[in-house]
């Protein structure tokens, strides 16, 4: 799992573009949106792309991906229930 | 319509961008057959979140916009109205691409956001808070003199003192200067870009790219020059051309001896020369002709740079000798026309006069 | 005071056929455009309903008398020639090639339902081959300047492209021209054709429905997405006189503001649309008590329907208003929505009858208006239509009886 958060971390800052960021800088729990990491819809829609591309798992509706994408925990467990990659 | 006024202008260019407060100090020239704008400092005006996702074209619009605003004093223009050619073509390439490699599944949004012609209007709206008029034009050889006279046209309908940015933006690709040299676009092999003029036996010209913005007016107070009449004219003859031209002096009381800078838009294609023959035949001796797309390449909205180089040449009362192809006898310079055809048949004529 | 701008002819182009009369037999009838494309290449087409024209691209160039084939034509230039070559048989070419004209078009992504298909080919190493006759159809202007071309005119250009304001603008745009003294007359529209890089790109914001969208409902999901163009001719109201011209419409009042809130979201609360609407009203001399039918932009997203709802709330503080969206009709044709719903607006006014929101069910939670579903006779005096596209680019036009 902690191997699967770092991965995902590094997946995030490159998909994300969050230059100078290193895995170490983003918070297993901390919120992405918001305050946190500050990230938009827009955002929201790069990650739902990322998790399609690396672990196959699609995500139709925003809104229910805006959930899945609250922080890294939570993306980190439902990759690891719903990946098919 | 009434005259409007310029009142800051500035650009990002082959030559210099808008950090650099001389003038064509340290021309460029090289023979690649592509110039490529010196890039300036982006993270100045654009938040570190939101510069993260943009491409070029969108950084140069956003900065050389803003950059025209803070210079002018402006902090909320009254409107914003911009003109491109062909907008974004990283963007578009980057999600046409990706579109054809993924078969049409699990693509990613930004590029295609960044794609749409007005998202540089769109966040200049939203860095400056401006709820006013917002508009793109996009009409190839046109697009920047349309924002221009759409400016005018707006400034001319209100009594209240309102200041619009206008601007316009293009840029080159690998990929779009490949493919336009399919169809003959481009001189084979490339000419150094200071040779460019005098290789005008040949078809074909080089490709730039560039941003101008500037900020238009209808108060006249410390402005730089102004705005007398545009005119855009499509698949128009070289008479048609001419005729215009001897219109748009004669609305304004300006005689041909009055014009003291013809400035154009010679490419050295041999086959969009006539025009400019044709001009600089009729200019009369007290005329300077004046060149710059050897400086900044052939692009849709090269005017933008052409309107800058006049703002310049008003402010400096001389003209450089890399812009000159003929030395008049005027004394001071107070009318300029930039004359500037496009490959794509347009041609376009814009009447500026200092004090 | 200056003249009132009119609208004397229109030529029109969608899923639901050619011209006036066929469009105002589907809207009263309630009969949708929608279905899965046959002519638009693309592995979605079994996924998606779209609004997409029922005719060949040689279908349509055959009705044009242009060759069939690889002709250099695109789909979008197509589409425009044929709802242009309507209004041009309904008013007569001479008059827009004798007098001063305005041509203000309006598109997306100019020829990029052909460019795409070819692309490869553009950036191989091939020097020759079909694709070569498109290589400059990609920009916006190239419609534009076909449209100009194949009627041997030689008007005003403009080339707008503002995403789903665009034509909203056109028609703005050409009323300054007239008012101007620039031109005489304005033909003003827009058209956009299917293409996969569109589909695509609104599937990547994931708001797009792959059932038939429902405006303002409770479940909607997204857009459809659609295809075609619309044209309307404006004038001044004593030129249309003198010349005995049929006036359909007063072009009444126009605004265009910037939302300034998102890239592409509007603002939550409906500022910027209402902003645009009471600035529309303002220009028309109008109150919102005097407005009896609203054309909404109601594409059926989230974000739009939310806000835009909002806004007519609080525009209409002391009445729930008559509203509704047709893009379940044609789907959402982006650039050309803008005038084919201004032609939508005209034809409810002329004939007295509202636009029926289909798909319509189940009332927003965070509302408390609900659109109208079905055509009903009433009296409608003035029409507010609205288009708000990407970049906060917000456009409401006022259409009202001659």
Request: glycine residues 8%; negative net charge; hydrophobic residues 40%.
């Amino acid at each position: 799992m902690e191997e699967l958060k770092n991965t995902l971390k590094l997946q995030i800052i490159e998909s994300l573009n969050l230059e100078g960021m290193k895995p170490g800088d983003i918070d297993d729990s901390a919120p992405l949106f918001g305050e946190g990491l500050g990230l938009d819809s827009i955002d929201s829609l790069e990650l739902m792309v990322l998790l399609e591309r690396n672990y196959g798992i699609k995500i139709e509706d925003a809104r229910e991906g805006r959930k899945v994408l609250e922080s890294v925990e939570s993306m980190a467990a439902y990759i690891q229930e719903h990946r098919t990659v | 319509m009434k005259p409007v006024y310029i009142s800051s202008i500035v650009v990002t260019s082959p030559q210099q961008h808008f950090e650099d407060d001389g003038f064509l100090q340290n021309v460029f020239g090289d023979d690649s057959g592509c110039l490529y704008v010196k890039e300036p400092n982006y993270r100045k005006y654009i938040n570190p979140v939101a510069i993260r996702r943009m491409s070029k074209l969108l950084k140069m619009g956003i900065s050389t916009g803003m950059n025209a605003l803070e210079r002018a004093g402006v902090q909320q223009p009254d409107a914003i109205i911009t003109g491109t050619g062909r907008g974004s073509m990283v963007d578009m390439e980057a999600f046409l691409l990706s579109m054809i490699e993924m078969e049409e599944e699990a693509l990613t949004p930004t590029s295609f956001i960044q794609s749409t012609y007005n998202s540089v209007n769109g966040w200049l709206a939203l860095q400056t808070k401006s709820n006013g008029y917002n508009q793109t034009y996009v009409n190839r050889g046109a697009s920047f003199e349309l924002a221009l006279f759409d400016a005018q046209m707006l400034l001319n309908e209100t009594e209240e003192a309102q200041t619009a940015l206008v601007g316009c933006f293009d840029e080159i690709t690998p990929d779009y200067v490949r493919v336009k040299g399919k169809i003959g676009y481009w001189k084979e092999p490339a000419p150094a870009n200071l040779e460019l003029l005098q290789k005008a036996d040949t078809p074909g010209t080089i490709a730039g790219e560039g941003a101008a913005f500037l900020t238009v007016t209808n108060n006249k107070e410390n402005t730089l020059c102004s705005l007398l009449c545009i005119k855009m004219l499509q698949d128009a003859t070289t008479d048609e051309v001419v005729h215009h031209a001897n219109e748009i002096l004669t609305e304004n009381n300006i005689s041909l001896a009055d014009i003291d800078v013809l400035l154009c838009g010679m490419n050295g294609d041999v086959n969009q020369q006539e025009v400019y023959t044709t001009m600089i035949g009729k200019a009369v001796a007290n005329t300077s002709i004046a060149a710059f797309k050897h400086l900044c390449g052939e692009y849709d909205t090269s005017s933008g740079f052409a309107t800058w180089i006049a703002a310049k040449l008003f402010e400096l009362q001389e003209i450089p000798e890399i812009l000159t192809v003929k030395r008049g006898r005027h004394e001071r310079i107070k009318n300029i026309l930039i004359v500037n055809h496009y490959i794509l048949n347009s041609t376009s004529l814009i009447l500026l006069q200092a004090e | 005071m200056s003249e009132r701008i009119v609208i004397t002819s229109t030529g029109i182009i969608s899923a639901l056929g050619i011209g006036e009369e066929q469009h105002w037999h589907a809207l009263a009838n309630k009969k949708t455009g929608l279905k899965y494309p046959v002519h638009l290449t693309t592995r979605h087409a079994s996924e998606f309903l779209l609004g997409e024209v029922d005719l060949s691209n040689d279908e349509l160039a055959a009705m044009l008398d242009l060759p069939t084939g690889d002709n250099g034509y695109t789909r979008t230039t197509l589409l425009a020639l044929v709802a242009m070559q309507e209004l041009v048989n309904k008013t007569g070419l001479q008059l827009l090639q004798d007098e001063p004209l305005a041509l203000v078009n309006a598109n997306t992504v100019g020829g990029m339902c052909s460019v795409e298909d070819m692309y490869p080919d553009f950036i191989s190493d091939k020097q020759d081959g079909s694709f070569i006759k498109y290589i400059d159809t990609l920009d916006c202007a190239e419609s534009t300047l076909n449209i100009a071309q194949y009627f041997k005119i030689k008007p005003f250009t403009a080339t707008i492209s503002t995403a789903c304001s665009s034509s909203a603008n056109s028609i703005m745009l050409g009323s300054r021209l007239i008012q101007q003294g620039i031109v005489k007359r304005a033909v003003c529209g827009g058209c956009d054709a299917l293409s996969r890089f569109t589909l695509n790109g609104f599937n990547s914001l994931k708001n797009v429905d792959k059932e038939a969208s429902r405006p303002f409902d409770q479940t909607r999901f997204g857009l459809n997405l659609g295809e075609g163009a619309g044209y309307l001719l404006l004038e001044n109201e004593s030129d249309a006189v003198a010349r005995g011209a049929t006036i359909m419409a007063v072009l009444s009042g126009y605004s265009n503001t910037n939302d300034a809130y998102h890239p592409t979201a509007p603002s939550p609360d409906g500022d910027g649309a209402l902003m645009t609407m009471q600035l529309a009203l303002q220009k028309a001399k109008l109150s919102a008590d005097d407005i009896d039918y609203v054309n909404a932009h109601g594409t059926a997203t989230i974000n739009n329907d939310a806000s835009e709802g909002k806004a007519l709330q609080r525009l209409f503080a002391n009445r729930k208003p008559v509203f509704s969206s047709t893009k379940p009709f044609t789907g959402h044709t982006l650039a050309a929505a803008g005038s084919i719903e201004a032609i939508f607006s005209i034809l409810a006014m002329q004939n007295q009858v509202s636009l029926p929101n289909l798909n319509y069910r189940t009332k927003m939670d965070e509302l408390e208006i609900e659109p109208v579903t079905e055509a009903e006779q009433m009296n409608i005096n003035h029409v507010l239509s609205n288009s708000f596209g990407f970049g906060g680019n917000n456009v409401s036009l006022v259409f009202s009886k001659p």
